[in-house]
Structure formats: C-alpha cells, structure tokens
T-cell receptor, first 115, second 113 residues
Framework: SQTIHQWPATLVQPVGSPLSLECTVE??????LYWYRQAAGRGLQLLFY??????ISSEVPQNLSASRPQDRQFILSSKKLLLSDSGFYLC??????????????FGPGTRLTVT | DAKTTQPNSMESNEEEPVHLPCNHS???????IHWYRQLPSQGPEYVIH???SNVNNRMASLAIAEDRKSSTLILHRATLRDAAVYYC??????????????FGKGTKLSVKP
C-alpha cells in the first residue's frame, strides 16, 4: 500500500532563517506531487505541483521554492522565511493516470511557526 | 475555474443522516465534482467524486442534480468522527494529468452526541 511521510511534524523558525521541508511517498511510481499551505483559519492554498523529476509548477508567486530530486521525494524550501510563511504545510500525491489524478492523498503535515 | 458555494457550517445529531449541499451553477460539461474532508489538525481526506450519476462508496453517497448545478454529499449515519470541514471541489477534465485541486472554505460539520 502507499504511504506518504512528511517531516518535521512541527517547526519553529526565526524570521530570515532558511527552510527545508521534506515529503516522501512509498508504494507508487511516478506520482503527481503537491505542496499546499493552510494559514490559520483559512483554506488550503496550492503552492507547487510536480508531474515528474525536475518538473515543478508554481501556483502562487512567493519566497518559497520546490524541488523534486527523486521520483518520490518532494522538497519545499525557502532562503529567508517571512512571518507570513507561518502555517500548516501539507504534501499530497496522486496517481499520474488522468482519471485518478484528482484523488489526492495527503501527508500528516508540518506546522511551521515563524517568530 | 468554476466555483462552488457551500454553507459555512452545519450541525447534526449523532446517528442521523447528514445532507451537505454544494451549489456549482457555472459547472461545465466535463467538470468532475469532488468531496474531501479535513479533520482537525490533519490533512484533507478524499471522500467521493462523480460526474453525472449518483455515486456510493463506503464513506458516503453523492447525489448530483440532473442539471449538475448542485450536488449533495450524504453521510448516512453521522458519527462523532465525522465532525470535520467538508470541501466540494470542481475539477476540469481537459486532458491534463496534474490534478490541481482548488479548495474553498468548505462547510464545518459539527456532530452532537
């Protein structure tokens, strides 16, 4: 069966510090991968998605970036965090098959607090 | 992207059926209707999806209006574990495989014992 991992589970970082959040998927090949953010009291916002190694699409311009160095690894990064980057970060995967691509499976999330 | 409209919140009693409405009057002919739910402090969970016909699975049923401008997610017997935010989302089926979902604010369902 497929599983998705995210770490760390919680993170407190000062403004201006770098960020690296990691997501890995097991039990599937060539998945679509997604990064979402949920700010306090708000809905989920799609940040990045990837349909393959090295292929990243950004949905919202910001000081975050994403990379996919391996088929089942997705990394969210920032060189300098802002207060507004605080939130609940979720990674998700879906099958690359068109008819299943909208059936997404989410990881446990990382709660980031920028101080 | 086609938008959906859902009530901000609903209440239900435990072990009673719950009907969660969603309006999507600008839906196009190839848009699928998806439902996800998010329990507190967790990531969203896929519930069900459909195109034109009503759909059933182990979690819920999806009733789609004949004109497809609205749909209803039906939980047949609400439990306390069903308390969550329920999202109704439309997705285009234009041949892309990236599966981008656009989450709105959803309906916060409270279940009373």
């Amino acid at each position: 069966s497929q599983t998705i991992h995210q770490w760390p589970a919680t993170l407190v970082q000062p403004v201006g510090s770098p960020l690296s959040l990691e997501c890995t998927v097991e039990g599937t090949s060539n998945p679509n991968l997604y990064w979402y953010r949920q700010a306090a009291g708000r809905g989920l916002q799609l940040l990045f998605y990837s349909v393959g190694i090295g292929q990243i699409s950004s949905e919202v311009p910001q000081n975050l970036s994403a990379s996919r160095p391996q088929d089942r690894q997705f990394i969210l990064s920032s060189k300098k965090l802002l207060l507004s980057d605080s939130g609940f970060y979720l990674c998700a995967w879906s099958s690359p098959r068109q008819e299943k691509s909208y059936e997404q499976y989410f990881g446990p999330g990382t709660r980031l607090t920028v101080t | 992207d086609a938008k959906t409209t859902q009530p901000n919140s609903m209440e239900s009693n435990e072990e009673e059926p719950v009907h969660l409405p969603c309006n999507h009057s600008t839906i196009s002919g190839t848009d699928y209707i998806h439902w996800y739910r998010q329990l507190p402090s967790q990531g969203p969970e896929y519930v069900i999806h459909g195109l034109t016909s009503n759909v059933n699975n182990r979690m819920a049923s999806l009733a789609i209006a004949e004109d497809r401008k609205s749909s209803t997610l039906i939980l047949h017997r609400a439990t306390l574990r069903d308390a969550a935010v329920y999202y109704c989302i439309l997705s285009p089926n234009y041949g892309g495989s990236q599966g981008n979902l656009i989450f709105g604010k959803g309906t916060k369902l409270s279940v009373k014992p």
